[in-house]
């Protein structure tokens, strides 16, 4: 889920102004700063090469016995070859996150974290992300029915190293191979393993055949037409950091192990640092990833997430120089950058309109929620139009289901559901909704039409729009009550099932499968994605034949009569597809916006223009 589907926060006005003051003075030292990392990276690389055979220092020649054997990469046509290494990007984060474990944690910021650490086999193009190219994957082999696999590894890919938290045993560099693609598999597949999310996706998977260190086959049982997705974008799991215990892998373990679930073990562009609970997660550019030799490394030598809670503060924070990047709130966007630092250029603004969307969810279970006229009734109460013009400011287009409507799986003859209290209250009376007691509140079978709305307790937009949803439904007799939730509250809420209605966003895909979210099968599974409980045969039908359908013209029309479908049912009110407003410093060159939104991986820093990381 994508990942700018949600929103995050943490810090205060006090720690702004010890930021601030700490980079004013540390300003002075940058250039020390900087020449210590230098020296700090040339010890690492020289530690890194007695430790064990590992495939490359920075731009330095490889060992032959340990040179990539493709030289194909993904995206490589977007970097720089002018790039110089060094710099940082430090940009905010509004939460912390409760693990950095992607299989459990199925936050966007813990994939994205994972991401940066631990390569795919195969890598969108970020210009036509329908096209996947080679990244651990050196070459793979697909049968016409898409059911079979075969998979050729890059060889000289190495393991962090790394001191084990529980042993204090250490571990030198080890070369990926086959069995951790084949253990990530077993992991996903263990019914113990808190990940439903990602194992709907991989249900469907038969076997994983090591063919040796370095070439592995997967079969599915059936045709399925997100085969190639969930193959070719798998990453390995070390087996040796996770499986580190005598005897058959625990689940439970897995899932409880905290010391293990705050890192990350990588073999990608970043190394994982630290991260300081409810301040900061670091990762550090990677001297021995295989990418840098082909052309396709990172520049930037620190990416930093700082957890700052409010929004006012991230904002002082950009402009005094402690955030590099910053994802702005509508409103700051419209009536707070026309300040010298960006008419300067010091700060530059990027819009762009991602594949997500926002929605209000309800949970099914509830008997206010259960007749689709009711649901239908709460959108038509709900006045978009009003909320778009004067909290997002049109910066986000309506949305009426979950396909990106610029894409071609929306169907455009669908149209949103009206702003009509009129009729929204006629179809409550006819749903058996009646104020019987004259006290102003909707009742029916001596339920009372009151539930309980979830708040991300520090979201801006929320904050604004939900009054405006409690006034509009107290005028059809819906008292609807708000209630500001912590984050990680907020999530243990929607998969305890503890809730009435929440507020959030998903991704939508670019070739989207409906059936983490909306499949009937999910809605009793633990942490499942469809945590409101959608059950529907017809809509469990249609999800189905999606699956098995490779023609682009079929998938698109079966997902035309899907959309319709929840159009009518409502189970969400499909609120708005955003744009993404970042403001970015001057500083960063080969900035570009692709479809998949602003990859860090390409931006590079002029040597006289880069900065160290305070208090590293």
Known sequence: MNGNGFVKFLLTVLILAVVYFGWVLTGALDRVRESNLRVLERLEQLQHTLAAPTPLADRAPLPASAAPTGDNIANRQFFDPAAVPGGRLIQATSADTPNLNPLINNEATASEFHGLCVSSLAEPNYADPTEYQPLLAESWEISPDHKTYRIKLRRGVFWDPFTDPETGVKHGPKEVTAADFKFFVDVVKNPDVNCEAIRSYYQDLESVEIVNDFEFVVRWKVEYYGSRASTLGMSPLPRHFYHFYDGPFDGKRFNNDHRRNRMLIGCGPYRFV??????RVIFRRNPAYFGNALGAGPSLDYLVYEIIKHPNTRFQALLAGSLDQLGLTPDQWIQRTGGKEFTSGELKKYRYLLPQYTYIGYNLTRPFFQDKRVRQALTMLIDREKILRDIYFNLAKITTGPFFPDGPYAAPSIQPWPY?????????AEAGWRDTDGDGILEKDGVKFVFTMLQIATSPIQQKMMPLIKESLAGAG?????????????????????FDASCLGWASPFDPDMYQIWHSSQCDKPESSNYIGFRNAEADKLIEEMRRTFDRERRIAIAHAFARLIHEEQPYTFLFVPYSLVAQSGRYRNVRVFPVGMPVMPCWVPKQEQRAVPGL
Do not use: F, G
């Open 478 to 498: 819906i008292d609807m009550k708000i209630e500001n939730v912590e984050w990680s509250v907020y999530l243990q809420r929607l998969n305890q099932r503890r």
């Open 274 to 279: 630290r991260w300081e609970k409810d301040r």
């Open 420 to 428: 009509d209290p009129e009729q929204a209250k006629r179809q409550l």
